[in-house]
């Protein structure tokens, strides 16, 4: 194509806006949240504003649905919609929306009010959705900012509780600070390859991989591993999740992640950033190791699943060392597949726990989960789904996230870092059948009744269960489609329709 | 006289960047370790602005969006920094220490 014809485009086109569609309607709504907040009454506002921020990720799942039909590029090459950022938008949204669900009776126990509370969390659903569809490394940046500044706040939305704002201060003060780190490899990423447009970086690096080249991805690595709480840039996460509200650590642990997993796919797979082998096994491995062994000692809930998050992070990350050949799709495909189901454990799991919390938060300590099993037998089965699921027992979906993970590094090779992982998945299961033990085999600590399951949670747990079993039994279809993504991933110029060749600017 | 070359801005947008780490991991108030976060941002922005007399436009307009960015981080961060004065009345940095293992 006429790369003068193409910047003669000024104006975007109509079908532009449809790949933008999602976070269009996700932002409206946002807005919508933030301007109705002061006109309903302080009692009510929990429900209603709930209701509109539900039905905005509904809809929004309706503009998913409406965007996958228009795959292509958008607004010169910003955006991408294929498979890959279709199946990442279905997923964040539908964590926002869990999310929301189970956040209706906790916002009313924690007598805290609703309105910026659910608007925050659909302009952070905004971001997470526009990382995976951004190819434009300055795009990639907003998008994580979006999300980055929406969930520092939402850390801190217990705000009266010195804990609370101390998590959403270490989270912002760190989280910045990796920001900068990312930046700066995104500017000697620029400067090594004169692009910011992931296509045209992988065509410059394909040709010529100068030193700068690989320092801008070791800086990017390190902005990107502190959002996903890998190792050795974890540090912050117990701290942030045991302070921070619990169905936002639902959210954090889950949405953010997968999205910047889906940028570290583009930035690795996509864009050809060299170097990548030995900082991923590197941090696979710390990752595994440090997280299961600190996870051991754990007497709280909140830190006990927080160290169990740096954990499950180091197993995906195993995926992202296969090497760049053909069995690349089966790496990046069951790094996907791992997200979802480990979004789907993790929000069911943090919703029984912000569900148990009581006011103030103040039962999620372990001992607190004694007996329980007796006191509320179905929130206690619940609880074992998820908590079977992260152990990696089969016939859910945390075992067959593993096993197709670690089948897919076995292909490549990378023989040490799946044993590593395997006998960390050992360790694991240790902590997990403690919590599932202290449930079954003791008695309850008080002998008070437990509030009712409200409908909001029971509709969490039940989609999230479901989907963890379903994920276990049958994974084929999310396989299959992950799959496509994929090699849709790595091939750009076999899948795409009408891929406009961006302009150089010289 | 040695004339002015990329290489001698991106050699000051380093120096800045080591100076904003050193910043961040050793200041103890909360406000200085901002502003060392800061002073990170702007040595990528002199990297941009110095790769663009190589790359053209792109640089220059990418740095204005990472001062954007900065204004915005910055007042959520003043805006939490208050929260976290209100429950404890310090804004110094060793003394953030409800949370730890």
Redesign the interface.
Known sequence: MNPGGESMQTLPLGVDYIRFLPEIVLSIFGMIVMVLDPLVDEQRSQKHLGMVALLGTLTALAATLLMSQYPGSAFWNMIQVDSFSVFFHFLVIAVAALVILSSYEYMTVQRIRAGEYYGLILFGAVGMALMSSAVEL?LI??AL?ISS?ST??LA?FR?????S??????Y??LG??A???F??G???M??AT???SIWQISQVLHSRVPLLAYVATAFMFVGLGFKVASAPFHVWT??VY??APAPIVGLMSTGPKAAVFAVLLRIFFQANAPGRFWLIWVSAALSMTLGNV?ALV?TNIK?LLAYSSIAHAGYLLIAFAVPQTAIADTGISSAMFYTVAYAAMNVGAFAVVSHLAGAGEHRVELEDYAGLGRRSPLLAATLTIFLLSLIGIPMTGGFFAKFYVFSAALKANLVVLTIIGVINSAIGAYYYLRVIVLMYMREPREETALPRVPIGVGITLAITAITTICLGLFPGRVVNYSLRSAHELVHPEMSATDIRRPSV?? | MVPITTLHY?IVAAGL?VL?VVG?LTRRN?VI??MS?EL??N??NL??V??SR??????Q??AI??IT?AA??AA??L???I??F???ETVN?DE?D????
């Open positions: 300055v940046f907003i900012e500044i520092y706040i801190g705000r009266r509780e010195a804990i704002s101390e998590s959403s201060i270490k912002f003060l910045s600070f920001t900068a780190f930046l700066y995104v500017a000697l620029f400067g004169g692009s910011t117990p701290d045991e302070g600190a754990q830190r600017i010289r | 991106l960047f904003g961040v909360v370790v901002l976060i990170i941002l040595a990528v990297n941009l110095a790769f190589l790359w053209g436009l792109h640089g307009v990418f969006f990472v960015d915005a981080e959520v961060g805006g939490i920094l929260a976290f209100r429950n404890k940095v953030v409800l949370l730890k293992w």
